[in-house]
C-alpha cells in the first residue's frame, strides 16, 4: 500500500497545478532514491491532524510550531523552505499584522481592548507570533477584549473586511500568494506592522520512518530542489529551495516567541 503525502500549508485551488507537478518531480526524485510506497498524488481538503498523525504518513508541510509542541514526538523535519515571498528572509519568515482599510490604527499597541481573529490556536504565524507582539503592549496578562478563531488565514482576512475582528497576524507567504493569486481577497486590507522572523514551514515525514529512509527522502528532496525541470513549478508556488540539517532552528520559535499565557484567556472557543 502506498503511503500519504501531502502539501497542506498553501494549498490554494488556484495552483493546485502547480503544487500537483511539483509532488510529481518530487515523487520521481523518491522513487529513483530508493525510497519504496511512494504515492501518485498528493492529498487535497484532508484535516491536517489526519495528515500529520497517520501512520501511512510519507512526506507532509507543517508549521514550525507543531514540530517545537505539540507533534514534536510525531514528526520528523527533513527540511526547511524557503520561499521568494515579501516579509521572508532565508529560511525564515513572518506575518503582517493588518488591520481594515479604513481603520485608525497604525500600531499593534493601538489595538488593546479590540478584537483579534487567529487561523488557530496551533499556528505560529496566526497567533504564537501575534500574542508575543502585543505581550510588551499588555496589562496584567490582558490585551485583546476576545480573540475569535477563523481556521484559515484567507478566512482571518474575510473577518477584517467584514469587521467582525480588528487585526489579524497574516502569514507572509500567504499574503503572497493571495496577492498574486487571488488578489480581491486583499480589497480593504492595510498592513500596519510586522511580527519577528521565525524558521519557516518544514518538509516533515512520520517519526516512525527509519534512518536511512530519512536520508534518501533528504537527497531526493534536494535533487528535486535542483531539477531545472521543476523550475516553473516551484516559481509559480513561490518556492526556492530546501535548507537540510537544520532542524533545531525550530528551538527558536520556543525560546523567542514568548507570552504571558493569560493572553490565551481572551480566546473564544
Same mark, same amino acid.
Given at each position: 500500500?502506498?503511503?500519504?503525502?501531502?502539501?497542506?500549508?498553501?494549498?490554494?485551488?488556484?495552483?493546485?497545478?502547480?503544487?500537483?507537478?511539483?509532488?510529481?518531480?518530487?515523487?520521481?526524485?523518491?522513487?529513483?532514491?530508493?525510497?519504496?510506497d511512494v504515492p501518485e498524488q498528493l492529498l487535497h481538503d484532508v484535516p491536517v491532524k489526519e495528515?500529520?498523525?497517520?501512520?501511512?504518513?510519507?512526506?507532509?508541510?507543517?508549521?514550525?510550531?507543531?514540530?517545537?509542541?505539540?507533534?514534536?514526538?510525531?514528526?520528523?523535519?527533513?527540511?526547511?523552505?524557503?520561499?521568494?515571498?515579501?516579509?521572508?528572509?532565508?529560511?525564515?519568515?513572518?506575518?503582517?499584522?493588518?488591520?481594515?482599510?479604513?481603520?485608525?490604527?497604525?500600531?499593534?499597541?493601538?489595538?488593546?481592548?479590540?478584537?483579534?481573529?487567529?487561523?488557530?490556536?496551533?499556528?505560529?504565524s496566526g497567533m504564537n507570533s501575534l500574542f508575543a507582539k502585543v505581550q510588551p503592549h499588555s496589562?496584567?496578562?490582558?490585551?485583546?477584549?476576545?480573540?475569535?478563531?477563523?481556521?484559515?488565514? #484567507?478566512?482571518?482576512?474575510?473577518? !477584517? /473586511?467584514?469587521?467582525?475582528?480588528?487585526?489579524? =497576524?497574516?502569514?507572509? $507567504? @500567504?499574503?503572497?500568494?493571495?496577492?498574486?493569486?487571488?488578489?480581491? #481577497?486583499?480589497?480593504?486590507?492595510? !498592513? /500596519?506592522?510586522?511580527?519577528?522572523?521565525?524558521? =519557516?514551514?518544514?518538509? $516533515? @515525514?512520520s517519526a516512525t520512518a527509519s534512518p536511512d529512509t530519512i536520508i534518501r527522502m533528504q537527497a531526493?528532496?534536494?535533487?528535486?530542489?535542483?531539477?531545472?525541470?521543476?523550475?516553473?513549478?516551484?516559481?509559480?508556488?513561490?518556492?526556492?529551495?530546501?535548507?537540510?540539517?537544520?532542524?533545531?532552528?525550530?528551538?527558536?520559535?520556543?525560546?523567542?516567541?514568548?507570552?504571558?499565557?493569560?493572553?490565551?484567556?481572551?480566546?473564544?472557543?
Amino acid at each position: 500500500m502506498n503511503k500519504q503525502a501531502s502539501l497542506p500549508m498553501y494549498d490554494f485551488p488556484e495552483f493546485r497545478k502547480a503544487s500537483d507537478a511539483w509532488w510529481q518531480g518530487i515523487a520521481r526524485h523518491l522513487k529513483q532514491a530508493g525510497v519504496d510506497d511512494v504515492p501518485e498524488q498528493l492529498l487535497h481538503d484532508v484535516p491536517v491532524k489526519e495528515l500529520w498523525q497517520h501512520p501511512d504518513l510519507l512526506l507532509s508541510q507543517c508549521c514550525g510550531f507543531d514540530v517545537a509542541y505539540g507533534l514534536k514526538d510525531s514528526l520528523r523535519v527533513l527540511l526547511i523552505t524557503d520561499w521568494d515571498a515579501e516579509g521572508c528572509s532565508t529560511g525564515h519568515y513572518s506575518s503582517w499584522i493588518v488591520v481594515h482599510e479604513d481603520s485608525t490604527h497604525q500600531d499593534i499597541a493601538d489595538l488593546y481592548g479590540h478584537t483579534a481573529i487567529i487561523n488557530g490556536p496551533e499556528s505560529h504565524s496566526g497567533m504564537n507570533s501575534l500574542f508575543a507582539k502585543v505581550q510588551p503592549h499588555s496589562v496584567d496578562g490582558q490585551f485583546f477584549k476576545q480573540v475569535d478563531i477563523s481556521g484559515a488565514h #484567507a478566512s482571518s482576512l474575510e473577518a !477584517i /473586511i467584514e469587521r467582525r475582528a480588528d487585526v489579524a =497576524a497574516i502569514d507572509c $507567504v @500567504t499574503y503572497a500568494l493571495l496577492k498574486q493569486y487571488r488578489p480581491q #481577497a486583499l480589497d480593504g486590507i492595510r !498592513i /500596519i506592522g510586522q511580527t519577528d522572523e521565525a524558521p =519557516a514551514h518544514p518538509y $516533515v @515525514t512520520s517519526a516512525t520512518a527509519s534512518p536511512d529512509t530519512i536520508i534518501r527522502m533528504q537527497a531526493a528532496l534536494e535533487a528535486a530542489f535542483n531539477d531545472a525541470d521543476l523550475e516553473s513549478a516551484r516559481a509559480a508556488m513561490l518556492l526556492k529551495k530546501g535548507l537540510f540539517n537544520r532542524s533545531n532552528d525550530y528551538q527558536r520559535i520556543v525560546d523567542n516567541f514568548v507570552y504571558d499565557s493569560r493572553l490565551l484567556d481572551a480566546i473564544k472557543q
